[in-house]
């Protein structure tokens, strides 16, 4: 059963840097596209960035160009783990923030959240002024 955990949520003043964090499990990690998404309040949800997990950290990269730039994704494979560096963060960044995965590669499509197969649970990111 696939497992994704998100962590690192808070709350930062604008400016500011986040780290979140996506440990996965009940899956092989490795061959799966996995990424972020967010959901601010009364907006649809949308793609931050995808990364293709492979067995070195040379894997396809897509981000929002609302993110380039800003944000970085990176992976841990030594933990199963997806991060999210969010640096320059803007008061239009505040949204709760999902991990998801897919089996296969990432493509553009990929930042489309119907693309994805298996979701988290959130973790709320809030900037201020």
């Known amino acids: 059963q696939v497992q994704l955990v998100e962590s690192g949520g808070g709350s930062v003043q604008a400016g500011g840097s986040l780290r979140l964090s996506c440990e996965a499990s009940?899956?092989?990690?490795?061959?799966?596209?996995m990424g972020w998404f967010r959901q601010a309040p009364g907006k649809e949800r949308e793609g931050v960035a995808v990364?293709?997990?492979?067995?070195?950290?040379?894997?396809?990269?897509y981000y929002a160009d609302s993110v380039k730039g800003r944000f970085t994704i990176s992976q841990d494979n030594s933990k199963n783990t997806l991060h999210l560096q969010m640096n320059s963060l803007k008061l239009e960044d505040t949204a709760m923030y999902y991990c998801?995965?897919?089996?296969?590669?990432?493509?553009?499509?990929?930042?489309?959240?119907?693309?994805?197969?298996?979701w988290g649970k959130g973790t709320l990111v809030t900037i201020s002024s």
């Open positions: 009940g899956y092989t990690y490795r061959g799966y596209c």
């Open positions: 998801a995965a897919v089996r296969g590669n990432c493509y553009s499509g990929s930042l489309n959240p119907t693309a994805m197969a298996y």
């Open positions: 990364r293709y997990i492979s067995s070195d950290v040379m894997g396809v990269i």
